[in-house]
């Protein structure tokens, strides 16, 4: 069973930068497209960013030129680097194995990490 370890959230105010981090176990994670997704109490969870196992990666419009996604296979590590921050990046963060268009693979989620953007 894959489980995901999320860390780095925080209180950040408006403008400012969080790097985030998700530690995977099990195998094969350098084959794994990874995905970075954010939920917002009473809306959906949403892909904001998603890695192929050799570095290409895709962004949601909403964070496109200000998130950048990486990862470290020999560490079954994904990063996010937010830049830029605003409110409308406040919501708990997760990262999954990446599945058929915007959906997550696996069922079971970590616990997430908090991103509040607040001055």
């Known amino acids: 069973q894959v489980q995901f370890v999320e860390s780095g959230g925080g209180l950040v105010q408006p403008g400012g930068s969080l790097r985030l981090s998700c530690a995977v176990s099990?195998?094969?994670?350098?084959?794994?497209?990874m995905g970075w997704y954010r939920q917002v109490p009473g809306k959906q969870r949403e892909l904001v960013a998603s890695i192929i196992g050799t570095g290409s990666t895709k962004y949601a419009d909403s964070v496109k030129g200000r998130f950048t996604i990486s990862r470290d296979n020999a560490k079954k590590t994904v990063y996010l680097q937010m830049n830029s921050l605003t409110a409308e990046d406040t919501a708990v963060y997760y990262c999954?194995?990446?599945?058929?268009?915007?959906?997550?693979?696996?069922?079971?989620w970590g616990q997430g990490t908090q991103v509040t953007v607040s001055s």
């Open positions: 999954n194995r990446k599945g058929d268009g915007n959906f997550a693979y696996y069922r079971d």
């Open positions: 099990g195998s094969f994670f350098d084959i794994y497209v």
